[in-house]
């Protein structure tokens, strides 16, 4: 089966830098993909790791390494905007399997 | 990127109605299409995997014959809910992967979900 842990909440202020981790435990792996969702709305994508390292997309980065079975997604000069839900998701190949989400609360 | 969609984007309905809900991949085929539900504040689980021209595959626990699910066309799904109950009440997302998938793909695209409200 499938599991991925990461924290329930963060807070942070605006401007600074929040990293936002996801641990997992999987019986297939293909990569890690980051989901983005506001309150009402739907999941976004954010990002893919396959293989290990830092992949960068503007202010949000993911990293992923495989032998730790771990990754994270680094988001920089927080705006108010980004207060959302982030999900880290392991692909199988044929499924996502979410984690249980972290919810960050950007203030002023 | 691609859209998909969903019908309605909330419903009310008594108990013991069903209620049918559409997915639709918009500008790109998908011959796999994935419904999710989600209870506030919590994350999304994977109810069932609808596959074109065959039967869906169910996740352990979710009752085939409550959530039935068709995927009649490469652009289209649909999930009914049967004799829904109050405890059905929940916010429900379909996605899809993109076209050079076919549907199964890392990079979903999802609907912007039903909020499904049983009285």
């Known amino acids: 089966g499938q599991s991925l842990e990461q924290p329930s909440e963060v807070t942070a202020v605006e401007g600074a830098i929040v990293q936002i981790n996801c641990t997992y435990q999987?019986?297939?792996?293909?990569?890690l993909s980051w989901y983005q969702q506001h309150d009402g709305g739907a999941p976004t994508f954010l990002s893919y790791?396959?293989?290990?390292g830092l992949e960068e997309t503007g202010r949000f980065s993911s990293f992923l390494s495989r032998s730790d079975s771990y990754g994270y997604l680094l988001l920089q000069e927080l705006q108010m905007k980004d207060s959302a839900s982030y999900f880290c998701?392991?692909?199988?190949?044929?499924?996502?399997?979410f984690g249980g989400g972290t919810r960050l609360m950007v203030k002023p | 990127g691609a859209v998909v969609s969903q019908h309605p984007s909330w419903v009310i309905c008594k108990s013991g109605t069903s209620v049918k809900i559409e997915c639709r991949s918009l500008?790109?085929?998908?011959?796999?299409m994935f419904w999710y539900r989600q209870f506030p504040k919590q994350s999304l689980m994977l109810m069932a995997t609808?596959?074109?021209?065959?039967?869906?595959?169910?996740e352990q626990g979710v009752e085939k014959d409550k959530f039935l699910i068709n995927h009649a066309s490469l652009t289209l799904s649909t999930l009914t809910v049967t004799s829904a109950h109050p405890e059905d009440s929940s916010f429900y997302i379909c996605?899809?992967?993109?076209?050079?998938?076919?549907?199964?793909?890392?990079?979903?695209?999802f609907g912007p979900g039903t909020r499904l409200t049983v009285t």
């Open positions: 998701a392991v692909w199988g190949g044929n499924m996502l399997t």
């Open positions: 996605s899809a992967g993109s076209s050079s998938g076919r549907g199964a793909s890392y990079e979903q695209y």
């Open positions: 609808s596959n074109e021209g065959s039967k869906a595959t169910y």
């Open positions: 500008d790109f085929q998908a011959t796999t």
């Open positions: 790791n396959a293989l290990d």
């Open positions: 999987t019986s297939g792996f293909y990569g």
